[in-house]
C-alpha cells in the first residue's frame, strides 16, 4: 500500500504517503560524478581494442552465440549495458558508424578521456557548465587545426593507389590483416564498381556482402555480379547457362486459390481427373508464358510444386526458387530486369540478362550457389568472403565493411589527416597553445581537453607494448621541434615516426566527427545534475 489513513491527537484525517521509499535521487556533483563514472567502466572496455595492435574482445549472447572482434561498434552494441549514460556511448559508437562507418573505437576512447578530465576539473570545484564552454571552445580549435593539418590526396579511377593505402590503415587492426592487401584492393574495386563519381555518392545497397565458411580467408573474392546461396530446383537441370534471359517471378509455381478459407469436395473419380488436367494445363500455361517471352531461366521467390518442378525440366527450363527479397532486387538491379508479379504481364522487355549464370559446389558437403556474372548493369556487386569458421567469415564481413565507408569517404572528400594518433598530438600542442591566450577559467578546461586528447597516442603505445608516457613525449617533441605534423606513434615498430611514409592515413571527416560528436556527448553528461529513479513494485 502506498498511502496510510490516519488521525491527529484531535481526531482529524490525514493521510501519509509512502512513495519516497521508491524513489532514488542524485542531484548536483554526485550525480555528474556517478555518470562519469559509468562512463569511464565502458570506455575502458573498448580502449585496448584501439589500433593495429588492438585486442580482440569475445562476445557470447544470451544464445550463446559466439562474436569474436574489436569493432568498436560491434562490440558496443553487443554489450547488455544496464546504465543509461552507457547506452549514450554506445548511441555515440552507433551514430560514428551509421555516418562515417569506421573510428568507432577511438570515438569511445576520446570520450572517456574527456570525462576523466572533466572529473579533475569537477574536484577543482569548476561548475560543469564552465567545463563544457571550454571543451567546446577547444573542439572549435582542433577542428579548425585538423583543416590546416589535413593534406589533399590525389586519384582518380586509374590511379586508385591512395584509395588502396587508406583501405590499408583501416584493415590494420583487423583480423583480416593476414590478407592485408587482397581485402584492401577488395574494398577499393568494390565501391568504385558502384560509385557515382559525378555525384560523389556510393550506394552501399548495390554491394552484397556474401559469406561462406570453408575454405581459407585468401580464397575470397569480388564477383562482377550476384552470388544467390541457393541452387538450381531440380538436380538434372544444366548446371551452367551462357546468354541467360531471367525471368523475375513474385508469383509461385501453383494452381490459383482462393484466398478465402476454401474446401473442395470430390465425390468421383472424373472429378478428381478433371482436377489434376485443371493442374496440369495451368502449370503447362504458366510455362508457356514464361517460353514465350524469350526467358531461359526462372527465379522466384516462391515455391515450385512437384510437377511444376519436372514440366520445368521437360521444357529445358532451369528454375531456382526461394530467392529472398533482397536478392532477388539486386538480381533485378543487376540484370537490369523488372520484378514481374504475374505470369500474364511477362513480357521480353522485363527480362534481365546475363553472360553466364553457374551453379558452384563448395568442398565436400555439396553446398551449392549460383553465381550470376557479365550482368547488363555493372554497377552491382558481391563480395564472398571465406574462412575457417563463422566468426572469422562474420568478422572479415565488418572490417571490409569498414574499409568500404573508409574509401567513400575519400570518394565524397579526399582530404586525408595522418594516423598513428599524429592528428591528435597535432590538435593537442594546437589547444594548449590557444589556451595560453584565454584569461578566463575556460583556459583550465581547454588544457584538459589537450590533455585528454593525448590519451588516444598513449592508448595506442600502450596496446602496441611501448612504453606510453615516454613515446608521446617524443613524438610531441619531436612535432613542436621540426613542425612536422605528420609525426605520430610507431605501432608496428618500423623506426619510422613520419606517418606520410608509413601510409597511415585517416580521411578527415572521420576525424573530424569524432571530435565534434565526443565532445557534444561530454556536454550534454556534465548538464545532467539531478538524477530521479522510479523503482517498481517488485524492485
Keep these: 500500500m502506498s498511502a496510510i489513513y490516519t488521525t491527529d491527537e484531535y481526531g482529524r484525517p490525514f493521510i501519509i504517503v509512502r512513495e519516497q521509499d521508491k524513489k532514488s535521487r542524485k542531484t548536483g556533483i554526485e550525480a555528474t560524478k556517478a555518470h562519469i563514472m559509468a562512463a569511464k567502466t565502458v570506455s575502458n572496455i573498448v580502449r585496448t581494442s584501439l589500433g593495429p595492435r588492438g585486442l580482440d574482445k569475445i562476445l557470447i549472447s544470451p544464445d550463446g552465440d559466439i562474436t569474436i572482434s574489436n569493432d568498436g561498434a560491434t562490440i558496443m552494441s553487443q554489450m547488455a549495458i544496464e546504465n543509461q549514460i552507457g547506452k ?116 552501399f545497397e548495390l554491394i552484397k556482402m556474401e559469406g561462406k565458411v570453408g575454405g581459407e580467408m585468401a580464397d575470397s573474392a569480388l564477383v562482377k555480379g550476384v552470388i544467390i546461396d541457393k541452387d538450381f530446383s ?60 524469350g526467358a531461359n531461366v526462372v527465379a522466384c521467390q516462391w515455391g515450385f510444386d512437384d510437377e511444376a518442378n519436372s514440366l520445368l525440366l521437360q521444357h529445358k527450363l532451369p528454375a531456382i526458387r526461394w530467392v529472398g527479397g533482397p536478392e532477388i532486387e539486386l538480381l533485378a538491379i543487376a540484370t537490369n530486369g523488372r520484378i514481374v508479379p504475374r505470369f500474364e504481364d511477362l513480357t521480353p522487355e522485363k527480362l534481365g540478362s546475363a553472360g553466364t549464370i553457374r551453379e558452384v559446389t563448395f568442398g565436400t558437403t555439396n553446398e551449392t550457389m549460383i553465381v550470376v556474372e557479365d550482368c547488363a548493369n555493372t554497377k552491382a556487386v558481391t563480395v564472398f568472403v ?26 565524397v572528400d579526399n582530404r586525408v589527416v595522418y594516423g598513428g ?119
Design 88 to 203: 549514450l556511448l554506445v548511441e555515440l559508437s552507433k551514430s560514428q558508424d551509421e555516418e562515417i562507418g569506421d573510428g568507432t573505437t577511438g570515438i569511445v576512447v576520446l570520450a572517456g578521456a574527456l570525462l576523466e578530465q572533466a572529473e579533475e576539473l569537477l574536484d577543482r570545484g569548476i561548475h560543469p557548465i564552465r567545463i563544457s564552454d571550454g571543451f567546446e571552445r577547444a573542439c572549435k580549435i582542433a577542428v579548425a587545426h585538423l583543416d590546416k593539418v589535413s593534406d589533399v590526396i590525389p586519384w582518380s579511377k586509374d590511379d586508385t593507389g591512395n584509395l588502396f593505402k587508406c583501405a590499408k590503415t583501416s584493415l590494420g587492426s583487423k583480423i583480416v590483416n593476414k590478407c592485408h592487401d587482397q581485402f584492401a584492393q577488395i574494398a577499393v574495386d568494390a565501391i568504385l564498381a558502384v560509385a557515382d563519381l559525378e555525384r560523389k555518392d556510393v550506394d
Design 234 to 293: 531440380h538436380p538434372q537441370m544444366p548446371k551452367e547457362i551462357k546468354d541467360a534471359k531471367i525471368a523475375i517471378l513474385t508469383c509461385p509455381f501453383e494452381p490459383p486459390k482462393p484466398k478465402t478459407k476454401h474446401k473442395l469436395e470430390i465425390t468421383t473419380v472424373k472429378e478428381f481427373e478433371e482436377l489434376q488436367k485443371y493442374e496440369r494445363d495451368t502449370f503447362e500455361n504458366m510455362i508457356k508464358q514464361v517460353k514465350d517471352c
Design 386 to 411: 571465406r574462412g575457417g569458421n563463422k566468426m572469422i567469415v562474420d568478422e572479415a564481413k565488418r572490417s571490409l565493411h569498414d574499409a568500404m565507408c573508409v574509401v567513400r569517404n575519400l570518394i
Design 421 to 539: 594518433a599524429a592528428a591528435e598530438i597535432s590538435c593537442s600542442i594546437a589547444v594548449d597553445k590557444e589556451a595560453d591566450q584565454v584569461s578566463t577559467i575556460e583556459q583550465y578546461a581547454m588544457r584538459s581537453f589537450a590533455r585528454a586528447l593525448d590519451v588516444i597516442p598513449m592508448t595506442l603505445a600502450e596496446n602496441s607494448g611501448l612504453p606510453p608516457i615516454e613515446t608521446l613525449s617524443f613524438v610531441k617533441s619531436e612535432q613542436i621541434k621540426q613542425g612536422i605534423t605528420s609525426l605520430g606513434v610507431d605501432c608496428m615498430d618500423t623506426g619510422i615516426n613520419d606517418m606520410k611514409e608509413q601510409f597511415v592515413f585517416d580521411p578527415l571527416i572521420s576525424k573530424r566527427q569524432q571530435f565534434l560528436l565526443a565532445t557534444q556527448l561530454v556536454k550534454m553528461i556534465l548538464k545532467i545534475d539531478d538524477v530521479i529513479v522510479h523503482k517498481s513494485d517488485d524492485q
